[in-house]
């Protein structure tokens, strides 16, 4: 059984007509129900800014799911693709922990029934309750190898009592040691002026692969590539998560900390597309946009490009 606290609304966009030749995501997707065959994509909402909170950051990203919904609805789909939405987890007063478990249990339903998970976010404390699903899941427990690849300019490594959006990573490292198993955690788009050296010693320690956002330009393709190829390498399942701070400030301002920096959309794209056709990719999560603070909706619209680029994409694997 899933455990979303909201079932979900009804979509709506713009309509040129019936038929395939006139599909957009509005009229493909459908609400979640158990008995569905295996093989679809299922979008599920994590209405949370606590973790960003409790990091000081600005909240505001709670509202970051309907954002992304409204984006993604009039995107014009390639053909025919299985769409569904299971609706919100929704964390409420202050209660982070008991929100991450429920997404936890969610997500580990509905990879167990076969489906690819897309989680919206929320803030990054999305990628604890993300992980729970993962780590619990069929695959996992039977021993499939599991990575996480972490686009984002910060590590979210630290090691705070009490757990934030800056804590995931550190509580994905502790969870897999409890489990007798090593985090395979590699991290594109690391700003060095946005992590201390306590944060980058950390990492080493964890044995964290990471390329810092200098590294990731267009005529840095070939090695961001390259290190994108041996993360798959080493994996059966794959978990992404996307922090819309890894972009430009320019591209992606609807965040609690815009890049000064960031690497550029298509680089992200690029690395999107590597991920979508390796066939490995069970859940992905989208992270910290806030609606308040965008312009123009160009955070959420990029980050619904993201989004539908793997889904598409997918779709063409099936």
Not at 15 to 25: I, S
Not at 140 to 145: D, E, F, I, K, L
Request: proline residues 5%; aromatic residues 6%.
């Amino acid at each position: 059984m899933t455990a979303v606290d909201h079932p979900p609304a009804g979509w709506s966009g713009r309509d040129d007509g019936p038929g395939a030749a006139h599909l957009r995501w509005h009229n493909a997707i459908t609400p979640f129900v158990r008995e569905s065959p295996p093989g679809a994509s299922v979008l599920v909402g994590f209405r949370s800014d606590e973790g960003v909170r409790r990091n000081k950051g600005r909240t505001g990203a709670a509202r970051g799911p309907a954002a992304l919904r409204q984006a993604l609805a009039s995107l014009a789909l390639p053909g025919p693709t299985r769409i569904m939405d299971a609706g919100d987890v929704a964390v409420e007063d202050g209660d982070l922990e008991s929100g991450q478990e429920r997404l936890g249990r969610t997500v580990t339903a509905l990879l167990d029934r076969g489906h690819m998970v897309t989680v919206l976010g929320g803030g990054h404390e999305v990628a604890y309750g993300s992980y729970l699903g993962v780590s619990r899941s069929a695959a996992v427990r039977a021993g499939a190898r599991w990575g996480v690849l972490n686009l984002d300019a910060h590590f979210d490594l630290r090691g705070d009592e009490i757990p934030s959006s800056g804590t995931p990573f550190r509580q994905m490292a502790e969870g897999e040691a409890t489990a007798g198993r090593v985090l395979n955690y590699s991290v594109l788009g690391i700003s060095q002026p946005s992590n201390t050296v306590a944060l980058f010693e950390t990492a080493a320690t964890l044995g964290v692969r990471y390329r810092l956002d200098e590294d990731c330009t267009i005529a840095d393709l070939a090695g961001v590539r390259e290190f994108v190829t041996d993360f798959l390498a080493a994996v059966d399942v794959v978990y992404l998560t996307i922090d819309l701070d890894v972009l430009p400030a320019a591209v992606a301002p609807g965040v609690s900390a815009p890049a000064a920096f960031g690497v550029p959309v298509e680089v992200i794209q690029r690395v999107c597309d590597e991920v979508a056709r390796s066939g490995k990719l069970a859940v992905l999560d989208v992270a910290e946009l806030n609606p308040d603070l965008d312009v123009d909706n160009r955070t959420a619209r990029t980050a619904a490009r993201l989004i539908h680029r793997i889904v598409a994409q997918r779709r063409e694997l099936q």
